[in-house]
Structures are given as structure tokens and as C-alpha cells.
């Protein structure tokens, strides 16, 4: 089936030729675990099939609000696909059968959410935050808890939801002034308003359970004051099933640039002094209870970022594929006869672009998720450093993959020039809808804070190192292929600046000139990104360039396209290795100039005058 | 009761082909492959019948080289018990004959109570097996079946007929059908039925043991359709552009005599 939505031989390449998924298979927890390959291309099928042609519907359509009743109606279309979703039992496919999950290993699972992202965003966004909650009180509920709410979450049969926001905390979540007073029963009566909502109401599930953070009455100010709530919209009864209504309603959604089918609630809780809550884990640990489905959910908008990516470079390469413009500049091509634009240089260098961004940012997904999958059947120091990885990575995969989405997305549009900018193809609505993947979860001005001051300085750079330690081994690697040996010494180069960018940072921490770190935050994990991805280019050539010696050898170009347009594998590993190397002799040329931008002395941001912007 | 389903593995019919070597076949590298569609009706049709009657025995049953085993698969994580594998390196060289024959050969003495298969294959289309195998056997088969019910040993089908007229038939089991197109909607497999797929019984069975028989037909050769002229662009204002349609309607085709 062609697809535009996922590159399904690249996701490959990296499950099994990169990361070597089948080796993690042969840990016991992963044993059962080897046919991947048949749940990856059954998620395509799905995706293409039921997914995606709910999605331009959806877009168009919207969701509607009924300030009547209250109540809030998703497009028709997705009624029949979000069902199919479920009864395929997707969404806990890396859970624990004990919850009714199959176990695969995460970086099996991420693939699987990047093609259901790319499929429909709308859709999977909304089941993907049910998986969350159902998550937390997986690791947080009591018995009785995991007993009524848990399953029907993992099952998606109820809608989660991720209650922190309101209006005047906002990234600022100690903020909160929801507030939750004691009842005699145990339960706490919540009353406050939340925003943002996303899925907080429709007509998809039967009952919704809100995971709301509200203070306990007394408790102290700032985010330890905080606690976790499960407040359910139908109250279950004994038997789990949903009986009472709860004094929780959505009183109106929000009218956006995009994410049209997946609508975004103002919730009030307890305007009738009528919403009852359950304590979710220890009183006052909401804050780092709330962290745990928001490091997955943010490893996760990295993924839907990538989705976006991948979904308008496809469409991109098919556009000009289609579209016959001008002469070729190529001399041994007839200059008069109109060709497919995807031949003219201009074209091509936006499609290798991001091409280059794609693979990239897929790799480092994938193997953010690998270390996760590494860090549950390693032990010790080992499974630490695992981990370490994650916590460094996190904030890079959230950050990076979403700002280059809508890059990428802006470059889609500019390929098909007018028309991509019509809402006949899909560029114009991907570029609309990746843009809040920048926002989702904590703004990727709030990842780079994280990057820099918890991940970065807060770890003493242990973490980094254990990074930069894998960089090295894939440099050495590298450097022993003759033919990469140039790309090897360019991405080192790279690696060395950034060590020494990071020490420098580490300097500037303790010195008079502490603050110029706060104006360095995005400019570097923006740099850290794009050595991330060299290394990770890095790594994929040193796998795609002995297998295209293989197919092609070191034929001239006339030969060597002759065996490209024969041999799709060759073919595919000749776009392996001219992205790997646009992007390292390329791309990365860029990231030195910007190695000279932090070192940078002066700092007009930090001596800037707030009344100084405007006259 | 004991079903017998007969499944082909067929390249994506969005493959871009090339012809073999020897241009009697196409070439099978770099193909991605699926389950015959046909098949998927068959199976589809066989697993409704086991969720109402729990105790049917359901087999699958595939003729190829190793890579046929992805198809089975796919047919035991949709709800099939067990698949056997007929090993054939070249079954793209048999006829449909043969093909029919092996199959034959196999269910012969397994007392199938009920034997579906798709209509046609997709790569080669000839639309024989199925009722060939029923001849083979001995048993009724009816073919193009877009409609089925079984009520206690006898099934009610119906057939598609060209026009878009239907037949309703009724056969006593055991009996063959050839499944068509609409017949019902394949369910994709669940994630934990794609698990347990991979625990399920899958006898591998020489083709040798099964082949007793001749091909009667050999394809000599297989070719690229031949590129038709391009198409014919109309000028003009209105009123002189319909002059010339009907001119050339009348003058190059049948559609006004």
C-alpha cells in the first residue's frame, strides 16, 4: 500500500538495523516479542485505512460546544475508527499483561504511535492521554482505585484527562488555586476552574476521569502544596460502572489556529459546590506524581512533532514528484522538455533537508525510547545510566522534534509553492496543526530551562558524559570506514565543541555572569539537538554504507542510477547515506556558527529594558 | 464441524512489477506481500462461524516458499487454529491444476466439513482452484459467494451473477465456496490475538508428499500490456467542441448505431 504517512522501511532500519530491536527480543521480559514487524505493518494498514481518512474531516468539521447542555460533539466520522482503536487493544500494547497490556518493548511501541500520529492526530492524541492516566494510577492508585478506574483507562473504554493549567498558572503551575476541602468520607470536594483541557469533554467514551491538581485546604503555597485528584465526570458505583453525575462540566472550548478535531476544555469543578474528588497517591506529591505521565507525554508530543514531519515530507516528495515544471539544469538531461520538480537542485535541497530532519529526529525517538527498554532489563549502574539517558534526552525529543516540525511543515508548503498553501492538500493543515506540539506539555522555552538547569548543571554533566561516551564509540566506529572517515572528524569536532560549550556553561553557573544562562537556554538545546542528530546520522551511515558498497560498489553516476532504479533496497540506502552526509557535511556546518553565538560575551537579552521595545 | 481455509500470498497489487529472468513470471524481489484479498473474505467468513459455534476447527491451509508463512500468520491472528504450510519453492510455476490437485491431496482424508476460498488470486486471476478442488473431492462448490448462512448442515449462499443480478443456492455440507469481494469486512487482527497468532500450531508439509499430478497448462510467457496512444485533447468553444465529441463518437465507436 503506498503511504504518505510513515516512512515504514525507516522505521525499520533503525528497529532492526540500527538499534537491533531483535537482540532486545532475546531478554525474556522481550521473548514473545519477535514478530514486531507483523504489529508494524498491521498499524500502517490501520492507520491509512481507518485512521487517516477521518483526519481532513475531522480538521474541516471540528468540534462543536452546546452551551445548553454542556456538552461537546467530536466529528461524526471518528465514532467508527476510534472504536476499531481500541477493540485492536493498541493502546496498551507496552503494558503489563497484568493490565491487560502485550509487553512490546516501548521503541516498538513509539513506532507504532508515530504512524498512529501521522494518521490521525485527533484521534490517537485523545486515546494517548486515556493511557496516560491510566499510567499514573497504574504506579499511583490504591486497590480500589486501580480496580474501578485502571483497566477501563488502559482499555480506552473512558477518557483520561491531564488537568493542571489555569488561567493564571500556566507554566507557572505552583499557581494553582484549585481547592480541595475534606469531606467526612474521605473524599475531598474540589472547586476551581481548569484550562486547556485537552479531551475534556465529547461524545466518544461513556464517563471521563479528570486527573486534577488542586491544593488541600491549608496546605502550603507553591507546587509541594499540590495534590493529585482523581475527579470522575459519572461518579462509579460499586460495580465500577458510571452512576451519579459529578459537578465537573466543560462551560467552553477554545477557537484555534489548528488542532480543530481535538477539542481543548475550560473545565469548571464544582460551580454548584458539588465535585467530589479522590486523593490520587500522597497528599502534597502531586507535582512529581503529575511528572510521570508528563515525561511520557512529553517523550510522546516529540513523537507526534515527528508525525507532522514525516507526514509533510512524504506528501512533499509526492507533490513533486506529480508537478512538471521547467527544463532540467542537469546537462545530460533535455532542457526543454518540463520535468517533475522534484529534479531541480532548489527542490531537492528542501526535500534532503528534511529528509535529514526526519530520519534524524526519528532516530533519536526511537532510541530515547531503546534506553527506557534498556533500562528495564539491565540492573544496577548499568540500568542508571540507561536512565540517565532518558532524563537528558527527554527534554531534546519533546523540544527539538516539535520546532523542527514546523520547520519542516513551513519547507512542505514552500515545495508546492500556491497550491501548499491551499487547504486542497494537506501541507497547509499539518503546518497548523504541529504548531502546538511546541506548546503541549510544558513549552519547549520551559524543556530548554529543564535541559539546561535540572538535566544539564543539576546532574554535575553525568548524564552528558555518558552521552558524549556513545558519541565517541560511534566516532572511532566511523573513522575506521575509509569513505566516512571525513564525516567522522566533522561530527567529533562538533562533539568537541559542545563539551566545551557545556563546560563553559557550567562555568558561567557559578560566576557574576550567572544569569546570561537564562537567555542560553533554547540556543542550546537547540545546538544539542543538532549534535544529537549528527551522531546519530553518524551511526546510521556506519550501517548504510557498507550495505551500499554492497549493491552499487564505486560505480560512475550512469551505472550507479541504473542500479538505484532497479534495486529498491540500494535505492534506499543511497538516500540513507545522501541525507546522513547532507546532514553532517551540510547541515551541521550551521551549528558552528552557532558554537561562536553562546560563547558570545556580551548579552544584550539579559541588559535589555522591558520599556525599551517599543518607543 | 472442521474448515478448511485456503489462503495465497500475492505481492501488493501497488508493487511497482518487473518481469523474471526467464519472462514467465514476475520477479518477486523487492516486493512487499499481503493475503490475497479474496482470501481475507474466506477467513473472515470461517472465523464468524467459529465465534457462533466455538467448538469449529479451523485450518488454514498456504502453498509457497518460506515468506507464505507472514499470510498465515496473519489469517491465525485474525482467528484461524492452525495453518499448514505447503512448501513450494516454485508453486508459481504450477498450474491451477496442480495447485488444485495438492490441496486436493491434502484435505482428502481430513473430513473438511466446509472448504472456503477466495474467488481468484490477485496476481494471476485465473479463478479455478477453489472449483477445481471441489471437483477433485467430490463436493458441491459453489463460486462468487457474496452472501452466507448456515442453518444446522445446509448453507444458504448467494452468488454474484454479471449485471449485478444475485442467485440464492442451498448445499448440504460438505461443500467448497469461492468467497467474493463484499461477502463481509475483514477484521483486522487485535494486538493480542497478533500474540497469540505466534504460540498457534503451524505444520510444514513437503509439496512432494502432496503433488501426484501433471501441469495441464504452462505459462510460456507473461508481458507488460502494450502502451495504448495517449489520449486525444479537445479544443475549442463549446458549441464546436461537441461537433467534433459527436463526429468522433460516431466515426470510432458504436454508441449512436
Redesign the interface.
Same mark, same amino acid.
Given at each position: 500500500? +503506498?503511504t504518505l504517512l510513515v516512512d515504514k522501511r525507516d522505521q525499520m532500519f533503525i528497529l532492526k538495523e540500527m538499534l537491533d530491536i531483535d537482540a532486545l527480543c532475546r531478554f525474556p521480559k522481550y521473548a514473545?516479542h519477535? %514478530?514486531y514487524p507483523?504489529?508494524l505493518t498491521?498499524a500502517h &494498514?490501520?492507520a491509512n485505512v481507518?485512521l487517516h481518512p477521518a483526519t481532513a474531516e475531522g480538521d474541516r468539521q471540528g468540534c462543536t460546544y452546546d452551551p445548553k447542555t454542556r456538552a461537546v460533539t467530536f466529528p461524526d466520522c471518528f465514532k467508527g475508527p476510534y472504536r &476499531?482503536l481500541l477493540?485492536? %487493544?493498541?493502546l496498551a500494547?507496552c503494558d503489563s499483561p497484568e493490565v491487560g497490556g $502485550?509487553g512490546f518493548p516501548l521503541t516498538v511501541g513509539t513506532a507504532v504511535s508515530e504512524v498512529f500520529y501521522a494518521g490521525c492526530f485527533y484521534l490517537y492524541g485523545a486515546a494517548e492521554l486515556t493511557h496516560a492516566a491510566a499510567k499514573v494510577i497504574e504506579t499511583y492508585g490504591s486497590d480500589e482505585q486501580k480496580r474501578i478506574y485502571m483497566k477501563r483507562l488502559f482499555a480506552g473504554e473512558w477518557q483520561g484527562t491531564m488537568c493542571l493549567t489555569e488561567p493564571q498558572a500556566g507554566s507557572d503551575v505552583g499557581a494553582v488555586q484549585t481547592v480541595a476541602r475534606p469531606n467526612a468520607d474521605g473524599s475531598y470536594n474540589i472547586v476551581g476552574t481548569k484550562i486547556f483541557i485537552t479531551a475534556g469533554e465529547h461524545d466518544l467514551t461513556d464517563n471521563f476521569v479528570h486527573m486534577v491538581l488542586a491544593r488541600i485546604e491549608g496546605d502550603p503555597a507553591g507546587t509541594r502544596g499540590l495534590s493529585l485528584f482523581i475527579v470522575p465526570k459519572f461518579t462509579p458505583d460499586a460495580a465500577g460502572n458510571p452512576g451519579a453525575r459529578n459537578d465537573v462540566y466543560c462551560t467552553g472550548i477554545e477557537h484555534k489556529m489548528g488542532l480543530h478535531g481535538l477539542v481543548t476544555c475550560t473545565m469548571a469543578f464544582g460551580d454548584s459546590n458539588g465535585c467530589t474528588g479522590y486523593l490520587l497517591g500522597e497528599r502534597g506529591k502531586g507535582m512529581p506524581e503529575m511528572f510521570h505521565m508528563m515525561n511520557e507525554q512529553r517523550l510522546l508530543v516529540g513523537v507526534e512533532g515527528l508525525s507532522f514531519s514525516s507526514n509533510a515530507f512524504l506528501h512533499a516528495v509526492d507533490y513533486t514528484q506529480n508537478r512538471f515544471q521547467g527544463g532540467s539544469v542537469y546537462p545530460d538531461r533535455d532542457r526543454n522538455a518540463p520535468v517533475a520538480i522534484i529534479n531541480h537542485p532548489d527542490v531537492k535541497r528542501m526535500l534532503l533537508t528534511m529528509k535529514a530532519y526526519v530520519e534524524g529526529g526519528r532516530a533519536l525517538a526511537y532510541f530515547t525510547s531503546y534506553c527506557i527498554d534498556q533500562a528495564g532489563v539491565t540492573e544496577g549502574e548499568e540500568s542508571g545510566r540507561w536512565h540517565g539517558l532518558v532524563e537528558l534526552l527527554t527534554p531534546i525529543v519533546k523540544a527539538y522534534n516539535t520546532d523542527k516540525s514546523w520547520e519542516i511543515t513551513a519547507l512542505a508548503i514552500q515545495c508546492a509553492g500556491g497550491y501548499g498553501y491551499c487547504s486542497d492538500y494537506p501541507f497547509e493543515r499539518l503546518a497548523r496543526d504541529c504548531k502546538v506540539t511546541t506548546l503541549f506539555e510544558g513549552t519547549n522555552g520551559i524543556q530548554a530551562i529543564d535541559l539546561m538547569f535540572r538535566k544539564l548543571l543539576g546532574n554535575k554533566l553525568v548524564n552528558f558524559r555518558t552521552l558524549t561516551g556513545k558519541m565517541d564509540r560511534t566516532i572511532a566506529e566511523a573513522g575506521r570506514i575509509e569513505s566516512l572517515a571525513g564525516y567522522a572528524a566533522t561530527v567529533r569536532r562538533a562533539k568537541e565543541e559542545l563539551e566545551a560549550t557545556v563546560e563553559g556553561l557550567a562555568a558561567l553557573a557559578g560566576s557574576e555572569q550567572g544569569l546570561d544562562l537564562y537567555a542560553k537556554t533554547a540556543p542550546f538545546l537547540d545546538l544539542m539537538g543538532d549534535v544529537t542528530l549528527a551522531w546519530l546520522h553518524l551511526w546510521q551511515l556506519t550501517i548504510a554504507e557498507p550495505k551500499l558498497m554492497e549493491a552499487v560498489g564505486a560505480k560512475g553516476k550512469g551505472e550507479r542510477e541504473a542500479i538505484l532504479a /532497479?534495486? /529498491?533496497?540500494a535505492a534506499f540506502y543511497y538516500g540513507k547515506v545522501m541525507a546522513g552526509q547532507f546532514y553532517i557535511g551540510t547541515l551541521l556546518k550551521n551549528s558552528f556558527g552557532k558554537f561562536e553565538r553562546l560563547r558570545a560575551e556580551e548579552n544584550p537579552v539579559i541588559d535589555m529594558f522591558e520599556k525599551s521595545f517599543v518607543a | 464441524m472442521k474448515v478448511l481455509v485456503c489462503i495465497k500470498q500475492v505481492p $501488493?497489487m501497488?508493487s511497482r512489477f /518487473?518481469l523474471n529472468a526467464a519472462g514467465n513470471w514476475y520477479d518477486t524481489? $523487492?516486493l512487499?506481500w499481503r493475503m490475497n484479498e479474496y482470501d481475507e473474505f474466506a477467513v473472515e467468513q470461517a472465523v464468524l462461524l467459529k465465534e457462533k459455534a466455538p467448538d469449529t476447527e479451523l485450518v488454514a491451509l498456504s502453498i509457497g516458499p518460506e515468506r507464505v508463512k507472514?499470510a498465515m /500468520? &496473519?489469517a491465525l +491472528?485474525m482467528g484461524i487454529d492452525r495453518g499448514v504450510h505447503v512448501q513450494d519453492e516454485a508453486s508459481f510455476e504450477k498450474d491451477p491444476y496442480q495447485i488444485a490437485s495438492v490441496i486436493a491431496e491434502y484435505a482428502r482424508n481430513e473430513n473438511f466439513d466446509l472448504i472456503l476460498t477466495g474467488m481468484q488470486s490477485q496476481d494471476r486471476g485465473s479463478a479455478q482452484v477453489g472449483i477445481l478442488v471441489g471437483e477433485m473431492l467430490g463436493l458441491p462448490a459453489v463460486s462468487t459467494v457474496v452472501g452466507f448462512a448456515l442453518d444446522g448442515q445446509v448453507v444458504t449462499a448467494k452468488r454474484e451473477l454479471e449485471g449485478g443480478l444475485k442467485a440464492v443456492v442451498k448445499v448440504g455440507l460438505p461443500a467448497l465456496f469461492t468467497c467474493q469481494l463484499g461477502l463481509n469486512t475483514p477484521r483486522?487482527?487485535?494486538?493480542?490475538?497478533?500474540?497469540k +497468532? &505466534?504460540k498457534k500450531e503451524l505444520t510444514a508439509i513437503p509439496v512432494a508428499t502432496l503433488l501426484k499430478d501433471e501441469a495441464l497448462a504452462v505459462t510460456e510467457k507473461v508481458s507488460y500490456p502494450e502502451k495504448r496512444g495517449s489520449g486525444l485533447v479537445l479544443e475549442g468553444e463549446i458549441g464546436e467542441l461537441t461537433t467534433k465529441l459527436v463526429a468522433l463518437l460516431k466515426e470510432k465507436t458504436s454508441v449512436f448505431k
Open positions: 500500500m +503506498a514473545s519477535t %514478530g507483523m504489529v498491521e &494498514k490501520f481507518e &476499531k477493540d485492536g %487493544g493498541w500494547m $502485550d /532497479k534495486n /529498491k533496497n | $501488493d501497488e /518487473k524481489a $523487492d512487499a507472514e /500468520k &496473519k +491472528a483486522y487482527p487485535t494486538l493480542p490475538n497478533i500474540m +497468532a &505466534k
